[in-house]
Structure formats: structure tokens, C-alpha cells
């Protein structure tokens, strides 16, 4: 698996959130997805060959404050730490930056940031 910062196509990050379901109601095309892309103050991505399995990302001002959204991992992948890799990396990048973490999540992910000192 690879892990890097460069952020993923449209194209890629789009079918992921389709595989993962939230494009169900996010409802994003290519055109918003680059603005999603763009706007994000970074990103991690990991991929099993040239497919992208894991994604996560913060926005930020820059200044004071970054927020964590959109860590996910493709079901099939699950369960091998990925996750928690991505977490970190994208904590690490937030505290070298001397940013305020914050992370947001749905209730039922609520454990997996408490796990890791959130």
C-alpha cells in the first residue's frame, strides 16, 4: 500500500465516495469535486495499486484552527490500521503546522477518535 499527501484525481476521490456510500447524499460531480480537493488544506490518501482505498482530509484557516473530515476506508480494507495511519498523519501535519486539531465524526466513529486521545 502507498500513503501520501498528494492529493488523489476527481476522478478517483469521486468513485471513492461513491464506494463508500456518502455520494448518496452528498451528491458531488466532478466540478464540486475539485472545489473539494482545491479547498482542502490537506489531504492523505493510501492506495492498493493504482486504487484509492482511503481518504481523509482537513480544512483550515490556517492560522489557528484545522478540522478533520472525511477519513474513510473501503470496507474490503477495514481492520488493517489504515485508518489510524492516515489519523496520524494527518494529526502530525496539523501539529507541525501549530494548528488546533479538531475532528469531527459521525456518533458511531465517535470511539475510534477516543481511542486515539480525542
Known amino acids: 500500500m502507498i500513503y501520501t499527501f498528494e492529493k488523489p484525481t476527481e476522478e478517483a476521490l469521486l468513485n471513492f465516495y461513491i464506494q463508500m456510500g ?3 447524499f452528498l451528491k458531488l460531480d ?14 492523505a490518501a493510501v492506495y492498493s495499486g493504482n486504487k484509492l482505498i ?9 492560522v489557528t484552527n484545522a478540522y478533520l473530515c472525511g477519513l474513510g476506508v473501503l470496507p474490503a480494507y477495514r481492520r488493517q490500521g489504515i485508518a489510524t495511519e492516515i489519523f496520524n498523519m494527518l494529526r502530525e ?9 479538531q475532528f469531527f465524526c459521525e ?10 486521545g480525542c
Open 30 to 43: 466532478l466540478l464540486k469535486m475539485k472545489a473539494l480537493t482545491e479547498k482542502s488544506s490537506c489531504m
Open 93 to 101: 501535519n496539523v501539529m507541525n503546522s501549530g494548528l488546533h486539531g
Open 54 to 62: 482511503a481518504n481523509g482530509r482537513y480544512i483550515s484557516d490556517e
Open 107 to 116: 456518533k458511531n466513529l465517535q470511539r475510534f477518535y477516543e481511542k486515539r
Open 22 to 24: 456518502w455520494n448518496d
